[in-house]
């Protein structure tokens, strides 16, 4: 079945350590999105890449980064994980714009300890 | 976009139907009204969406009010498995790429 792929479910780090969370789609849809998803918390969008272009959330730290060397994998990388970047993060794709249903994959749940 | 309002919390006894509201009062024209449920500790799903008419797949049935300010998700014949959390989203398209900004949703607890 065509799927959003994350790995690893769970990660833990250490403080100030990188750390950096795959994901990987067989739908080959265009955009690929990250959302933190804090306890408690609706989910809150990082960034997204159309295709090979990158949209930056204004509200996100320069902490978060972004890679996406195909269409099928794209990357999250923390630079320096603070206590406070202890969340699920996910994964999710759409086929195009936003008016084009969002799968999500299942999401990794980052501690920092 | 647009900015949800939803119950922080309901309950529905198992086997009746489950009624969702949310209010979208600054809903664009150009603007679709999503629906997503994420069950605890999983991804957000995929329910339904709708324009300005009503909509009903095999999940649920999406009722949009003529002025199109708020709607209903209705699921017909509430299971346990259906609790969750569920997020009304009213979503604009850009040409770009899009994306859309969840509102804190509603808990919906299924009892026995």
């Known amino acids: 079945d065509a799927m959003v792929i994350q790995n690893p479910r769970y990660q833990v780090t250490q403080f100030g350590k990188p750390v950096t969370l795959s994901c990987s789609q067989t739908?080959?849809?265009?955009?690929m999105y990250w959302y933190q998803q804090k306890s408690s918390q609706a989910p809150k969008l990082l960034f997204h890449y159309y295709d090979k272009d990158f949209n930056n959330e204004a509200d996100t730290p320069d902490n978060f980064q972004s890679r996406r060397p195909n269409t099928s994998f794209c990357f999250l990388d923390i630079r320096s994980p603070g206590l406070g970047d202890a969340a699920m993060y996910l994964c999710?794709?759409?086929?195009?714009?936003?008016?084009?249903?969002?799968?999500f994959g299942p999401g990794t749940r980052l501690l920092v300890l | 976009d647009a900015k949800t309002t939803q119950p922080p919390s309901m309950d529905c006894a198992e086997g009746r139907a489950a009624n969702l509201p949310c209010n979208h009062s600054t809903i664009s024209g150009n603007e679709y009204v999503y629906w997503y449920r994420q069950i605890h500790s999983q991804g957000p799903q995929y329910i339904i969406h709708?324009?300005?008419n009503n909509e009903t797949n095999e999940m649920a049935s999406l009722i949009i009010t003529e002025d199109r300010k708020s709607s209903t998700l209705i699921l017909p014949h509430a299971t346990l498995r259906d609790t969750a959390v569920y997020y009304c989203?009213?979503?604009?398209?850009?040409?770009?790429?899009?994306?859309?900004?969840f509102g804190d949703g509603t808990t919906l607890t299924v009892k026995p």
């Open positions: 709708g324009l300005k």
């Open positions: 739908l080959n849809h265009n955009v």
């Open positions: 989203i009213v979503s604009a398209y850009n040409t770009n790429a899009g994306k859309s900004t």
């Open positions: 999710a794709t759409s086929r195009d714009g936003s008016r084009e249903t969002q799968y």
